[in-house]
C-alpha cells in the first residue's frame, strides 16, 4: 500500500462549512432583529461572503489576508462582521466581537457533514492513519469534530495556529510530517480548496487528492487525484 497517513482538510470536505455557516446567520439574522436593517437575509449574507468565504477560493478577502500575513487573527474576526454591521451605522468594535463570539459558538453545534462523510471514514480509518490538517481556529475545529461525530477517526488534528502558519505554505505541511511522524512519500493530502490544501502539497512535494464537485478545472498542474465525490475516493484508496 502506497501510502500509510492521511492529511484530510476539515471545512467543505468533510464538515458542511457552507451550510452550516449558513444556518448560523440566519439564526442571528433573525435573533438580532436585523431585518430591520436589511430586506432579507440574503441580502445580509451577500455582504458577509465577499469577505469571509473560507470555502471559495476566489471570494475570500479577509482570509486570503490572512493566510498571506497581511491581517492577524484578531483582525479577521474583527473585520468579518463591521462589514456587516457598518452599514446599519455599528461601528462598535464590541459589538462585532460579541456577534463574533456568538457565530462561533452556534458553529460548533451544528453537525451537516458533506455527502458520503462517515461511510469514507468508515473505509479508510481500518487501512490508513488520519489526521486532521486545517487553517480552522483552535477554539471551535475540535468542538466541530467532537459535536459532528467526526473525532473517534482521527489521531491527530494539525491547526495553522499550532504550526504558527497556514496552508498552503509548504512550513506547515512540513510541521505535520514531523508532528505525525509522517513521511512524505507515504503521506496523502485530500482537500477540497485547490489553493490551501492541492497547491500548498503539491509544492511541498506531497501527493494530493482534491474534493471537487464542481468539476472545475486544474490550473498549473495536474494532482495525482480528482475525484466529484468522496465515495470516489474508494477507486484509488
Known amino acids: 500500500m502506497k501510502y500509510k497517513n492521511l492529511f484530510i482538510d476539515l471545512d467543505d470536505t468533510l464538515w458542511d462549512t457552507f451550510h452550516n455557516n449558513k444556518e448560523c446567520l440566519k439564526e442571528i439574522f433573525i435573533d438580532y432583529h436585523f431585518d430591520s436593517f436589511y430586506e432579507s437575509f440574503e441580502a445580509f449574507f451577500a455582504i458577509y461572503m465577499p469577505h469571509n468565504n473560507i470555502y471559495m477560493p476566489h471570494n475570500n478577502l479577509l482570509w486570503q489576508q490572512y493566510r498571506d500575513n497581511v491581517i492577524n487573527k484578531p483582525t ?58 486545517s487553517n480552522g481556529f483552535r477554539e471551535v475545529q475540535a468542538l466541530k469534530l467532537k459535536n ?27 510541521y505535520a510530517l514531523v508532528n505525525t511522524n509522517s513521511r512524505r512519500n507515504e503521506t496523502l493530502m485530500i482537500g477540497d ?25 486544474p490550473k498549473e498542474f495536474e494532482p495525482t487525484y480528482r475525484v466529484g465525490s468522496l465515495l470516489e475516493i474508494k477507486n484509488f484508496l
Open 148 to 174: 459532528s461525530g467526526l473525532a473517534a477517526y482521527f489521531d491527530k488534528m494539525i491547526l495553522s495556529e499550532d504550526a504558527g502558519i497556514q496552508k498552503p505554505h509548504k512550513k506547515i505541511f512540513d
Open 193 to 217: 480548496a485547490w489553493e490551501t490544501d492541492i497547491t500548498g502539497a503539491y509544492y511541498a512535494k506531497i501527493d494530493q487528492l482534491w474534493y471537487n464537485p464542481g468539476h472545475l478545472a
Open 76 to 133: 479577521l474576526i474583527l473585520e468579518r462582521f463591521m462589514y456587516m454591521l457598518r452599514p446599519m451605522g455599528i461601528v462598535d468594535p464590541d459589538k462585532a466581537l460579541k456577534l463574533n463570539k456568538d457565530f462561533l459558538g452556534r458553529t460548533t453545534t451544528k453537525t451537516k457533514l458533506i455527502p458520503g462523510t462517515m461511510e469514507i471514514l468508515e473505509y479508510l480509518s481500518p487501512q490508513y492513519k488520519l489526521y486532521i490538517l
